[in-house]
């Protein structure tokens, strides 16, 4: 690009880049899940966490979950959360974008259910799958 004076005295040249503006980032305001506290009855159960990020609008909407004692209740990178003995486990999912956002749900499983001998009895469990109900059969 070349500028020149009114009355044509001087000129400048300046070379010019013209780039499409960028939006800036929006950040995490918020992370909710859909239950902050969960006692269960069981093992084995498997539980689906939910997480709400806020605003919509967020570019970077990626989340990272974590158990605080996963040998109690691990977590996948979906929120589906595994129950596996007895005991209390803290779930946490942050934002992934650096606004320090997140949400936990506390799990305290009071009590698990397990194929086993009992004073020669032999316990078997029955039952299975998502539900808090288990059945114990002596036999």
């Avoid at 909710?32 to 069981?42: A, F, W």
């Avoid at 959360?81 to 486990?89: E, L, R, W």
């Avoid at 606004?99 to 078997?124: K, P």
Wanted: glycine letters at 8%.
């Amino acid at each position: 690009m070349t500028v020149t004076t009114a009355d044509g005295g001087k000129t400048a040249t300046a070379a010019v880049t013209v780039k499409e503006a960028t939006a800036p980032a929006v950040k995490v305001t918020s992370v909710t899940l859909n239950r902050n506290s969960v006692t269960i009855n069981g093992d084995y159960e498997e539980i689906k966490l939910t997480a709400t990020v806020a605003p919509a609008t967020a570019t970077d909407q990626s989340l990272t979950w974590t158990s605080d004692n996963p040998s109690v209740a691990s977590v996948d990178a979906t929120g589906l959360v595994t129950i596996h003995k007895k005991g209390k486990a803290r779930i946490t999912v942050t934002a992934n974008d650096g606004s320090g956002r997140y949400d936990t749900c506390d799990f305290n499983v009071i009590m698990t259910v397990s194929n086993e001998t009992v004073d020669g009895l032999r316990v078997y469990a029955a039952g299975g799958g998502p539900t808090p109900r288990r059945y114990i059969y002596i036999m």
